[in-house]
C-alpha cells in the first residue's frame, strides 16, 4: 500500500470509527448500538449538509488518492523509453513519444520540446508554464475540498446554536424544575457540532496532504524535464562534434 492511499485509509478509517464514539456518547444506555438514524433525527436539520459534505470529502478523496498516483503524474516507463529511443536531430519521434504517454511529465516535457532549438531560457520557461498548468489540474477539486474542511464545522456549530435557541426557548415555557428536560435539549444540539468536525477535521489532514503531494509532483516533474532536456541537447552536441571530427581531418589530408 502506498503512502498516499495510507493517508487516505487512516483519515477515512478515523471519520467512520469516531461515529459510534459520538453515539455512544449520546445515547449511553444503548449498550454500544449505533442507532445512527436516531441519532440524525436528534441532530435536526443541519444534519442533512452535514452528510451531504461528508459524502462529498469521501468522494473528491477517491477521486483525488487514485488520480495522483505517481504512474499518472512521473511514469518511468516514459523516462525509460525518452532515454532509450532519443534524437536530437528527429525531435518529432519524441514528440510522438510523448503524445503517447498520458502522464503529466509527459506534458510538461512536451511544452519544453517544442520550443527545442531556442535559448535554454525559453525551454525552461515553457517547462514551469507546463508545470503550472498540470498543478492546476491536480489541485482540481481540492478547493471543495478545502470548502468542505473549513465550512463543516461552522454548519454544526449553527446547528448547535438552533439547538440550544430550542432548548432555552423550552426552559422559558416549562420552568427549570426538570433538569433531565434540558441537559436534553443541550446534548441534542451539541449533536451538529461533533458530526461538523467529524467531518471537517478529517478533510483539513485530507486538503493539507494532497496539497503538499502536488507541490513535491510539481517540483520533481520541472527538475526532471529540464534535466532530460539538458542532458539530451548536451548529447546532441556530443554526438555532433564527434562525427564532425572525421569530416575535418578527411579534408585536412585532401
Known amino acids: 500500500m502506498s503512502r498516499a492511499q495510507k493517508i487516505c485509509s487512516l483519515s477515512i478509517g ?21 442507532q445512527l438514524l436516531s441519532l440524525f433525527e436528534k ?3 443541519m ?11 469521501l468522494g473528491i478523496a477517491i477521486e483525488r ?34 503524445n503517447s504517454y498520458d502522464n503529466s511529465l509527459s506534458r510538461i516535457l512536451k511544452m519544453g ?5 531556442g535559448k535554454l531560457d525559453e525551454i525552461e520557461r515553457a517547462i514551469e508554464a507546463g508545470g503550472q498548468h498540470e498543478a492546476s489540474l491536480m489541485n482540481s477539486n481540492l478547493r471543495v475540498l478545502g470548502a468542505v474542511a473549513n ?4 454548519m454544526g456549530l449553527l446547528g448547535t446554536v438552533i439547538g440550544m435557541i430550542k432548548a432555552f426557548n423550552v426552559i422559558s415555557l416549562s420552568g427549570t424544575g426538570n433538569p433531565g428536560l434540558v441537559a436534553s435539549g443541550i446534548s441534542e444540539a451539541l449533536i451538529t457540532t461533533a458530526a461538523g468536525m467529524l467531518v471537517g477535521i478529517p478533510a483539513l489532514v485530507l486538503y493539507h496532504y ?14 526532471v524535464a529540464i534535466q532530460l532536456v539538458e542532458e539530451l ?10 562525427s564532425g571530427k572525421p569530416k575535418k581531418a578527411a579534408s585536412a589530408s585532401k
Not at 151 to 154: A, F, L, N, Q, V
Open 14 to 34: 478515523g471519520f467512520f470509527l469516531a461515529i459510534p464514539s459520538v453515539a455512544l456518547a449520546a445515547d449511553p444506555s444503548s449498550g454500544g448500538n449505533w
Open 43 to 45: 441532530g435536526g436539520a
Open 47 to 57: 444534519m442533512y449538509p452535514i452528510l451531504f459534505s461528508s459524502i462529498l470529502m
Open 65 to 98: 488518492g487514485y488520480n495522483l498516483r505517481r504512474k499518472n503524474i512521473i511514469n518511468s516507463d516514459f523516462l525509460r523509453d525518452v532515454r532509450s529511443q532519443w534524437d536530437w536531430q528527429n525531435i518529432q519521434k519524441t514528440l510522438r513519444l510523448c
Open 113 to 117: 520540446l517544442l520550443r527545442f532549438g
Open 151 to 154: 465550512i463543516t464545522p461552522m
Open 210 to 223: 494532497f496539497r503538499g503531494k502536488i507541490d513535491r509532483y510539481v517540483f520533481e516533474m520541472e527538475e
Open 233 to 242: 541537447s548536451y548529447d546532441g552536441v556530443v554526438k555532433e562534434k564527434s
